[in-house]
């Protein structure tokens, strides 16, 4: 049997695949559309600030999983770094998430973690029991008044609905907390790697049986040359758009460049509707041990995914996961095809998740090939 792998994307997905098959003495091809590797995990030195950009967004890792996080570390050199995000809201700067100082600012108090909680508990709807939508989540959460101040307009631009209209699962993964914690996430595990990202992808893709085909797309004729095929780009895509496309949301960045520190803090989202993006990142200050004169921002406008854009955030709206269920249903009858990622299985996924079910996916990949098993087309289920 021929030991020959294809495939399609090289993000983390696609190069940690790549890497144990390669270490396992299959020969890979990873073709990758883009003229660089890393997917929207790529860094790269400004020319001009020599500041470390992350040209698709901020990437902050963070995980519970002791597994993954010694992983990336054996890859790459990693800072400690905490994530504290700001918001702008009616013209004021607050802490998120929503915590002990935030209500306290917001409603000129000074209340203990105990009168705090107490006070939320009756701006709360608690006539909602069993939340639907993000906007019932979010009165149930933390009532209409901070509701309004900082989810709903926020909400609006991020995904183009309204909240009554997004599930309640979206707010659900994200903390209110009642102390002065302002760490945006609650892992255990939260760092930088050093010099970014794409080294980490370059490492891994840095073996004598990986060819990496930049700017080349696999397409699904070329996919019977190959043993077996991982495919971590757009679901819909493999089948080209057969039974129409799943909606994703998009990013328009506008750069933004300045002498000294443009506003303190590496994001600031901006939760007012009428300001026109969703948040602001100063990229100097996700590497907090080094020192640059100048800085560099990019403003973020969320808008809906067209064919010729870069898919960011899958949609999974009802609708959206009744087209994605009858895809799901295409690829199960494809023979020597897996669906991995973000994009391949339609999920948002954290970096720490998409590095775990890669590694679950090569793992699996191996055991079947070596009892002559069918590898489906799913490890990890996209419903």
Same mark, same amino acid.
């Given at each position: 049997?021929?030991?020959?792998?294809?495939?399609?994307?090289?993000?983390?997905?696609?190069?940690?695949?790549?890497?144990?098959?390669?270490? #396992?003495? @299959? *020969?890979?091809? &990873?073709?990758?559309?883009? =003229?660089?590797?890393? !997917?929207?995990?790529? %860094?790269?030195?400004? +020319?001009?600030?020599?500041?470390?950009?992350?040209?698709?967004?901020?990437?902050?890792?963070?995980?519970?999983?002791?597994?993954?996080?010694?992983?990336?570390?054996?890859? #790459?050199? @990693? *800072?400690?770094? &905490?994530?504290?995000?700001? =918001?702008?809201?009616? !013209?004021?700067?607050? %802490?998120?998430?929503? +915590?002990?100082?935030?209500?306290?600012?917001?409603?000129?108090?000074?209340?203990?973690?105990?009168?705090?909680?107490?006070?939320?508990?009756?701006?709360?709807?608690?006539?909602?029991?069993?939340?639907?939508?993000?906007?019932?989540?979010?009165?149930?959460?933390? !009532?209409?008044?901070?509701?309004?101040?900082?989810?709903?307009?926020?909400?609006?631009?991020?995904?183009?609905?309204?909240?009554?209209?997004?599930?309640?699962?979206?707010?659900?993964?994200?903390?209110?907390?009642?102390?002065?914690?302002?760490?945006?996430?609650?892992?255990?595990?939260?760092?930088?790697?050093?010099?970014?990202?794409?080294?980490?992808?370059?490492?891994?893709?840095?073996?004598?049986?990986?060819?990496?085909?930049?700017?080349?797309?696999?397409?699904?004729?070329?996919?019977?040359?190959?043993?077996?095929?991982?495919?971590?780009?757009?679901?819909?895509?493999?089948?080209?758009?057969?039974?129409?496309?799943?909606?994703?949301?998009?990013?328009?960045?506008?750069?933004?460049?300045?002498?000294?520190?443009?506003?303190?803090?590496?994001?600031?989202?901006?939760?007012?509707?009428?300001?026109?993006?969703?948040?602001?990142?100063?990229?100097?200050?996700?590497?907090?041990?080094?020192?640059?004169?100048?800085?560099?921002?990019?403003?973020?406008?969320?808008?809906?995914?067209?064919?010729?854009?870069?898919?960011?955030?899958?949609?999974?709206?009802?609708?959206?996961?009744?087209?994605?269920?009858?895809?799901?249903?295409?690829?199960?009858?494809?023979?020597?095809?897996?669906?991995?990622?973000?994009?391949?299985?339609?999920?948002?996924?954290?970096?720490?998740?998409?590095?775990?079910?890669?590694?679950?996916?090569?793992?699996?990949?191996?055991?079947?090939?070596?009892?002559?098993?069918?590898?489906?087309?799913?490890?990890?289920?996209?419903?």
């Amino acid at each position: 049997m021929s030991n020959s792998i294809g495939i399609a994307g090289a993000g983390f997905s696609g190069a940690i695949i790549a890497n144990k098959l390669a270490n #396992a003495g @299959f *020969k890979v091809d &990873v073709f990758e559309p883009r =003229a660089h590797v890393a !997917g929207n995990c790529f %860094s790269s030195r400004d +020319n001009s600030t020599g500041i470390m950009v992350h040209k698709y967004g901020p990437h902050i890792f963070h995980t519970d999983k002791e597994h993954v996080w010694q992983y990336v570390n054996k890859l #790459a050199s @990693f *800072k400690p770094y &905490v994530n504290r995000v700001k =918001a702008n809201s009616g !013209g004021k700067i607050y %802490s998120l998430p929503i +915590n002990l100082h935030t209500i306290n600012q917001f409603f000129g108090t000074a209340f203990s973690p105990a009168e705090a909680e107490e006070f939320i508990c009756m701006q709360a709807d608690q006539d909602i029991t069993e939340p639907v939508s993000f906007e019932q989540q979010a009165m149930k959460f933390v !009532g209409k008044t901070l509701y309004n101040a900082f989810f709903a307009g926020y909400t609006q631009k991020q995904w183009g609905l309204s909240p009554a209209e997004l599930p309640a699962s979206i707010l659900k993964r994200l903390p209110l907390r009642f102390n002065y914690d302002d760490n945006y996430f609650n892992h255990q595990f939260q760092g930088m790697p050093e010099q970014g990202y794409t080294p980490i992808i370059e490492k891994l893709l840095n073996h004598p049986n990986i060819k990496v085909h930049l700017q080349q797309k696999l397409s699904r004729d070329q996919c019977s040359e190959f043993t077996h095929v991982f495919w971590s780009g757009p679901l819909d895509a493999y089948f080209d758009y057969r039974l129409g496309r799943l909606p994703y949301r998009t990013l328009d960045f506008r750069e933004i460049r300045a002498t000294g520190d443009y506003q303190g803090g590496a994001v600031v989202n901006y939760c007012d509707a009428d300001v026109p993006y969703t948040r602001i990142s100063e990229h100097k200050h996700f590497t907090p041990w080094e020192q640059h004169q100048d800085t560099i921002c990019f403003a973020e406008y969320s808008r809906q995914a067209q064919p010729e854009d870069e898919p960011y955030y899958p949609v999974r709206l009802v609708n959206d996961k009744q087209l994605l269920s009858a895809y799901v249903t295409l690829a199960q009858q494809e023979r020597a095809v897996t669906f991995v990622g973000r994009l391949g299985t339609y999920r948002y996924l954290d970096m720490d998740v998409t590095i775990d079910e890669a590694l679950q996916t090569a793992d699996a990949f191996l055991q079947a090939h070596a009892q002559q098993q069918v590898v489906p087309a799913f490890i990890i289920s996209p419903l």
